[in-house]
T-cell receptor
Framework: GQSLEQPSEVTAVEGAIVQINCTYQ??????LSWYQQHDGGAPTFLSY????GLEETGRFSSFLSRSDSYGYLLLQELQMKDSASYFC?????????FGKGTRLHILP | DADVTQTPRNRITKTGKRIMLECSQT?????MYWYRQDPGLGLRLIYY???????NKGEISDGYSVSRQAQAKFSLSLESAIPNQTALYFC??????????????FGPGTRLTVL
């Protein structure tokens, strides 16, 4: 089957760094995407890794290792506004498959 | 103005009623999608359409139907609503020219409650 596994919740402190992992049991996909969703809001696109390695966009970075079936989203200099749910996703067979999401709690 | 709009934003209905959720987009994208979101289950694909004449079932299409009236409009129908269809429903679009990223652009969502 196809599935993406993420921790259901992660807690970190404001100003710190946090990593949200995504492991997958699917193959033949083109790349790994990450989306952010605030409470009451819609998911919004954050980043995409089409190749293995690290992609950096400001305070956010994303990493993919196809050989390890693993990726992660790294958030630096955490701010309270980063409190949200984060979803990894892959595009396969003309469809997007989402993980169940990781709820990020940030403590002041 | 929002690029992807959904109507209604909230709806409460009774078991057995027919419900239609509508989605419109001004992004000019050819691909449109309907998802439902339940707590702890993430986003699950109901139906998707790559153009007006193309409709495909997603992961959880039973109990739902769709209509792609135009490139910019994609509606979702619940022919006979049941309580376990209570969820948050999102419409999304993507652009085939985006290639393999298929970045999804989501509407604001419709919160549906079936009593």
């Amino acid at each position: 089957g196809q599935s993406l596994e993420q921790p259901s919740e992660v807690t970190a402190v404001e100003g710190a760094i946090v990593q949200i992992n995504c492991t997958y049991q699917t193959s033949g996909f083109y790349g790994l995407s990450w989306y952010q969703q605030h409470d009451g809001g819609a998911p919004t696109f954050l980043s995409y890794n089409g190749l293995d390695g690290l992609e950096e966009t400001g305070r956010f970075s994303s990493f993919l290792s196809r050989s390890d079936s693993y990726g992660y989203l790294l958030l630096q200099e955490l701010q309270m506004k980063d409190s949200a749910s984060y979803f990894c996703a892959v595009w396969r067979d003309d469809k997007i498959i989402f993980g169940k999401g990781t709820r990020l709690h940030i403590l002041p | 103005d929002a690029d992807v709009t959904q109507t209604p934003r909230n709806r409460i209905t009774k078991t057995g009623k027919r419900i239609m959720l509508e989605c419109s987009q001004t992004k000019g994208h050819d691909r449109m999608y309907w998802y439902r979101q339940d707590p702890g289950l993430g986003l699950r694909l109901i139906y998707y359409s790559f153009d007006v004449k193309d409709i495909n079932k997603g992961e959880i299409s039973d109990g739902y139907s769709v209509s792609r009236q135009a490139q910019a409009k994609f509606s979702l129908s619940l022919e006979s609503a049941i309580p376990n269809q209570t969820a948050l429903y999102f419409c999304a679009t993507s652009d085939r020219l985006a290639g393999r990223t298929d970045t999804q652009y989501f509407g604001p969502g419709t919160r549906l409650t079936v009593l």
